[in-house]
């Protein structure tokens, strides 16, 4: 699917907020809806988030037609703004919260006088104390049922229409039977009492049932919204106005929208980096916690990439804009967490089976439930069919098994990102926790990725000539000059004549008259440069470790030696030690020498590592590790790594590699530090830890509560359920699930 949408370019990606939707049924309504319709490759719809990720081919359908079809099932599909701002994402939110907000005090308010009524004014054989009692709580109970619960009933209908059936058909068809039966009994009282039997009435049921589902969907709602918090955030982390420098004199407070590539922003002390950009005058240190989850701020100098959500600290400086906010990092991660708490993980296809074929069955047990009492029930047999008809279609509702896997999703992605781990999509999270191989790339992933002197020893400790050392590799093109010149910014460099760079052996030139080389041995030898003892062993020291050594002399002897290497990161012997400490076998792949991979795999603790790989080595590496039946992640940084990462399992990409590796990976570490990897692995056991939990009592409530809502226990002990207590039940369940999911966010990664 993935491979077609790829090569048809006319196949567009869009994520659109659907509105309406009361359940789990009505996500697999709407998501089978778009998914037959021609043109459409792929539609998976989100309850917990309220929206559906869709591929369709634009030359066959247009988006308005997509809307046309969901309408025609009793939802909605918003298809103006599929870029939602915060604002308008907390606004659509708030308006739902509120608008059930409403219908839950209004229908409790009716509710709570019925109730009254039909516990303190009516006896058992249905006669009341007070005048009346009947019309005034069908009175009541009709705004209930009709005005507050008026949506259960219009969505049926269009349910109906289309021969589909979900949670608000059994919510529409319990009270709605309710209601009739007692409205046939206020007015036709006769009928029952020509039989001998009382006409009870059952408003307040059918009435404190709708107010129950109204409050549990308000719970429910309010609880959701605390699931994309971390959206929320993110979103907020971009200021809205920036000061843009004109002319190079002073600063103009600009909206962010209105600012283009190649403007000069200001940023003061305190203030948020609203774009991505480069330092171009002053220096400060900058919290990058919010997107790499590393909590010491980075110092920024001229020539440093900046972020937008980062925060400045007490410095200022000015910046040049490379990206526009729709092209930043902070909103690639935005766009990525989004699509990944609307994806589904693998566990949730067995739910959207279940939840399909759910709610007919639950109707197939109500009718079953109804002809056993009316043939097996007694005196009361007609009554109690009904009451318990309705009992059991008000206590199954699929909303908590629909919930179960998308909330713990929404949290579980939400948490990662805040934690600088960028989750793209459910299968790598919840297939993360098997992980039992993973192959780790060198450069950039285990080590630095960029060479540094790590050592220099000086001939009798005299480094006087460390300027002209620093001159001659300013001039020099080679990888490894740029090492030393930075390892020297701090001092002058001396002036340098006669400058000549020697093919594969370094390079020479002259400072006052007198000649310098800078380089291998071979220039050493070339040129009849004197060696000391002392230098050579110090170089025969560092071969050994897998450095590369450089030599400085003049036109007699060598004045000193260096070392330089692709230095370890400090955290990734320590991460490798808690990958293998949760079972994870680790190899290491590098394309470097045999020594130099040795000497790597030696320090930090890898006992399987192979050198001297091609980037389809890699690949073929990882695809035999799998035919052996490993589940393997794939770790690294480079565009040489992208067939490998695409390969894996589980990939995951370091965030200061490549954009190509970063867009194949499912996983990203914003910092690049290892040590976020066991992280990633235990939220992923903290996520299906959860996931199972959700779904284990989602299920247990329905095989207890069905039973004993149609009556089994009746025969035991004489328990009926009452229908309103079910209602509550149904409502709570759902409440539960979302509420155990948001426990996610507290538990330690």
């Not at 939400?414 to 600088?420: C, F, L, Y």
């Not at 291998?520 to 110090?538: F, G, P, T």
Request: proline share 3%.
């Amino acid at each position: 699917m993935n491979n077609e949408i790829m090569s048809n370019p006319h196949i567009i990606k869009k994520t659109y907020p659907v509105l309406h939707m009361t359940c789990a049924s009505c996500a697999n309504s709407v998501e089978s809806m778009l998914n037959s319709q021609d043109g459409v490759e792929q539609a998976a719809v989100n309850f917990a988030s309220g929206t559906v990720n869709i591929s369709f081919d634009d030359t066959k359908l247009k988006a308005a037609r997509l809307q046309e079809v969901v309408q025609s099932i009793g939802y909605d599909l918003d298809i103006e703004d599929t870029e939602l701002s915060s604002e308008k994402m907390e606004a659509q939110q708030a308006a739902k919260i509120k608008e059930v907000k409403i219908k839950t005090i209004g229908s409790i308010a009716l509710s709570l006088p019925i109730v009254i009524i039909g516990m303190f004014f009516m006896s058992s054989d249905g006669h009341s104390s007070i005048p009346y009692a009947n019309e005034i709580m069908w009175f009541l109970a009709t705004p209930v049922v009709f005005w507050f619960g008026k949506d259960f009933f219009i969505n049926t209908v269009k349910q109906a229409k289309h021969r589909q059936v979900n949670m608000d058909t059994l919510v529409a068809l319990s009270t709605g039977v309710a209601y009739l039966f007692s409205v046939f009994n206020t007015l036709f009282p006769n009928y029952w009492l020509s039989r001998g039997l009382q006409p009870h009435v059952y408003f307040e049921a059918a009435a404190v049932i709708i107010a129950f589902i109204l409050l549990g969907k308000y719970l429910e709602e309010k609880a959701k919204s605390s699931t994309s918090t971390a959206i929320k955030k993110l979103m907020g982390l971009q200021p809205k106005m920036v000061s843009v420098v004109i002319g190079n004199k002073h600063a103009m407070p600009t909206p962010i929208e209105k600012v283009r590539l190649g403007d000069v922003i200001q940023v003061k002390p305190g203030e948020k980096i609203a774009l991505d950009g480069t330092v171009i005058e002053g220096s400060s240190n900058v919290d990058e916690s919010a997107m790499s989850g590393e909590p010491i701020p980075i110092e920024k100098k001229e020539g440093d990439k900046v972020l937008a959500g980062t925060i400045n600290q007490k410095g200022s400086f000015k910046f040049e804009v490379k990206k526009l906010s729709h092209d930043t990092l902070l909103s690639q991660i935005i766009r990525m967490v989004q699509d990944a708490q609307g994806s589904k993980a693998p566990v949730q296809k067995l739910v959207d089976k279940i939840a399909s074929i759910f709610v007919p069955i639950v109707i197939g047990i109500a009718l079953i439930t109804f002809a056993v009492w009316y043939f097996a029930g007694g005196e009361h047999a007609f009554t109690q069919a009904l009451l318990s008809m309705v009992t059991v279609l008000v206590i199954a509702c699929p909303c908590a098994l629909g919930l179960a896997t998308p909330t713990a999703i929404m949290v579980g992605v939400g948490k990662g990102a805040s934690n600088g781990i960028l989750i793209k999509d459910a299968e790598s999270l919840e297939l993360a926790k098997k992980i039992d191989t993973m192959v780790l790339d060198k450069t950039g992933t285990i080590t630095e990725g960029k060479p540094v002197v790590t050592d220099i020893s000086w001939l009798n400790d005299n480094d006087d000539k460390k300027d002209i050392l620093l001159g001659l590799e300013q001039q020099s093109e080679h990888p490894l000059a740029a090492a030393v010149v930075d390892h020297f910014s701090n001092i002058s460099s001396a002036s340098i004549s006669s400058f000549n760079s020697i093919t594969g052996k370094g390079a020479s030139g002259k400072h006052d008259g007198q000649a310098y080389f800078i380089g291998n041995m071979k220039l050493m030898d070339e040129n009849s440069i004197e060696i000391n003892e002392s230098l050579q062993n110090k170089s025969d020291a560092w071969k050994k470790e897998a450095k590369t050594v450089i030599w400085f002399a003049d036109e007699k002897q060598a004045i000193a030696v260096l070392s330089i290497a692709d230095e370890i990161k400090a955290s990734s012997t320590e991460a490798i030690e808690a990958l293998k400490a949760l079972g994870i076998e680790i190899h290491m792949l590098t394309g470097d020498n045999e020594a130099t991979a040795s000497a790597i795999a030696n320090k930090v603790g890898i006992s399987h590592y192979r050198a001297e790989v091609l980037p389809q080595d890699k690949s073929e590496y990882i695809e035999q590790l799998q035919a052996n039946g490993k589940t393997v992640a794939m770790v690294g940084d480079g565009i040489n790594d992208s067939t490998a990462l695409a390969q894996a399992d589980v990939s995951i990409a370091m965030g200061k590699g490549s954009d190509i590796a970063m867009d194949v990976a499912k996983m990203t570490i914003i910092s690049s530090d290892l040590n976020k990897i066991p992280a990633a692995i235990k939220l992923s056991k903290q996520t299906v830890a959860t996931i199972r939990q959700n779904l284990f009592w989602a299920f247990i409530y329905n095989v207890i509560g069905i039973p004993i809502a149609a009556g089994v226990l009746y025969p035991i002990n004489g328990f009926l359920l009452n229908p309103m207590i079910a209602g509550a039940a149904m409502a709570m369940s759902s409440v539960s699930v979302v509420t155990n999911s948001l426990r996610l966010k507290f538990k330690k990664v």
